[in-house]
C-alpha cells in the first residue's frame, strides 16, 4: 500500500486537529461529523472527496484503508467496531471505551481480521517522554521510588464524562510506558463542583506491584495551566515541564544517599544529602499528534502492531474502570 486514505469521524475539539495532521500529510480522504456546521467548516478548509454526515458511508467505502474515530468516547466502542468489521485498519481517541469488555471485544476482533488497532495515548509520542524512557531505562536517574503529576487547567468542562476519563488515560498510559510494570491497586477522590454526578477534580493514586507509586492530580477547574511530571529515583530526580516551549527537562542531581553501616553510623553519618548540578538536556521536539499520525499511516501501510495497541488501551481502560469504582466509594483502594 502507496499512500494509505484515512478518514476522520469526529472533527470537533480535537478531531479537527487530526484533520489537519492528515491533510497535511497528504492522505486525508473524507470527514465525518453528525454536527453539519463542522462539516460545512471542514468543506470550505480542506479540499477532500469525501464530507458525509453518514457514518455507514464512511464504513462501506471502499476507496478508505484506515478510520480515525474522534467522537465523543460513549461512542467509540459502537464506532470502531463497526469500522472492523468492515474491514478497516482503526484508531481510536482516548479513552478506548467505556467498559472494559468493550475494549476486549475490539481486540478480538482487530486480531481476528489481523488489522491494525490503535489507540491514541499521544504521550507516548512526544519526544521528551521518549527521552524520559531512555533515561529509566539506562539508569540515569538509578531506582525509581516514586513520580506525580499534575494536569490541570481552567477550560472545556465535559457533560458526558468526568475529568478522570477525559484527562487521566494521558497520564496512567504515561505511568505504565515509563515505569513498565503492573498496577496492583488504585484509589481515587475528588468532587463534582459545577454539574452534579460530573467530577471536575481528582486525585489518583497508582501502586505498583514492584512497591513505586505514581499520584496524579486532574482538573478543568483550576487557576493554572499545568502539564508536569516529577519523577524521584534514588540517584537523581527529573521533572518534565511540558508548558515549556524550551528545556522541558531538568534533571537534578539530588538525593539522600545511605551509609554502608546503619547499625554503628550515627544518623548524620547514615543519611547524608546529596546535592549537585543540574542537567537541561537538549531535546528535538516535533509535534506530538504529528508522530503519532504518522505512526498510524505506517501501521496501517504494513499492517504493523502500533505502539499503543488495542491492548494497551485495555489496561488504561481497567485502571480508570477501577478508579471510578474507587471514585465512588470515596476513596477506597480497589485491586485491579
Known amino acids: 500500500m502507496e499512500n494509505p486514505k484515512i478518514a476522520v469521524v469526529g472533527i470537533g475539539n480535537w478531531g479537527k486537529h487530526l484533520v489537519r495532521n492528515y491533510y497535511d500529510l497528504g492522505v486525508l480522504y473524507a470527514c465525518c461529523d453528525f454536527d453539519e456546521k463542522k462539516l460545512e467548516v471542514a ?6 472527496p469525501k464530507i458525509a454526515s453518514d457514518f455507514n458511508s464512511i464504513v462501506s467505502d471502499p476507496e478508505i484503508d484506515g478510520i480515525v474515530i474522534a467522537a465523543p468516547a460513549v461512542h467509540h466502542y459502537e464506532l470502531a467496531k463497526a469500522s472492523l468489521e468492515a474491514g478497516k485498519a482503526t484508531y481510536i481517541e482516548k479513552p478506548m471505551a467505556l467498559e472494559v469488555k468493550h475494549c ?17 495515548h499521544l504521550m507516548l509520542y512526544h519526544p521528551a517522554m521518549v527521552k524520559i524512557k531512555e533515561y529509566i531505562d539506562n539508569g540515569e536517574l538509578g531506582d525509581i521510588y516514586y513520580a506525580y503529576s499534575l494536569r490541570v487547567n481552567l477550560g ?22 515509563l515505569f513498565g510494570s503492573e498496577v496492583e491497586n488504585v484509589s481515587a477522590r475528588g468532587q ?17 506491584k514492584d512497591k513505586r507509586m505514581a499520584q496524579i492530580q486532574i482538573s478543568w477547574l483550576d487557576p ?22 524550551a528545556e522541558k527537562i531538568k534533571i537534578y542531581n539530588k538525593g539522600i544517599t545511605k551509609g554502608e553501616n546503619p547499625e554503628f553510623d550515627s544518623y548524620g553519618d547514615y543519611l547524608t544529602l546529596r546535592t549537585g548540578d543540574i542537567l537541561m538536556p537538549y531535546v528535538k521536539m516535533s509535534e506530538p499528534l504529528r508522530l503519532e499520525c504518522t505512526h498510524f499511516l505506517d501501521c496501517v501501510k504494513n499492517n504493523k502492531k502500533p505502539l499503543t495497541d488495542g491492548k494497551n488501551g485495555v489496561d488504561v481502560v481497567r485502571i480508570l474502570e477501577k478508579a471510578q469504582e474507587s471514585l465512588r466509594n470515596n476513596g477506597v483502594p480497589v485491586a485491579i
Do not use: C
Open 43 to 48: 468543506k470550505k478548509t480542506f479540499n477532500v
Open 104 to 120: 476486549e471485544e475490539l481486540v478480538k476482533i482487530a486480531e481476528e481480521k489481523d488489522l491494525p488497532l490503535m489507540v491514541g
Open 224 to 245: 493554572h495551566k499545568e502539564r508536569k511530571l516529577t519523577i524521584v529515583g534514588n540517584k537523581k530526580m527529573l521533572v518534565f515541564d511540558d508548558i515549556q516551549s
Open 192 to 208: 463534582s463542583y459545577l454539574q452534579k454526578g460530573i467530577e471536575d477534580v481528582v486525585f489518583l493514586s497508582l501502586y505498583f
Open 156 to 177: 472545556t468542562v465535559r457533560k458526558d464524562e468526568n475529568s478522570l476519563w477525559s484527562f487521566a488515560p494521558h497520564d496512567i498510559s504515561m505511568f505504565l510506558y
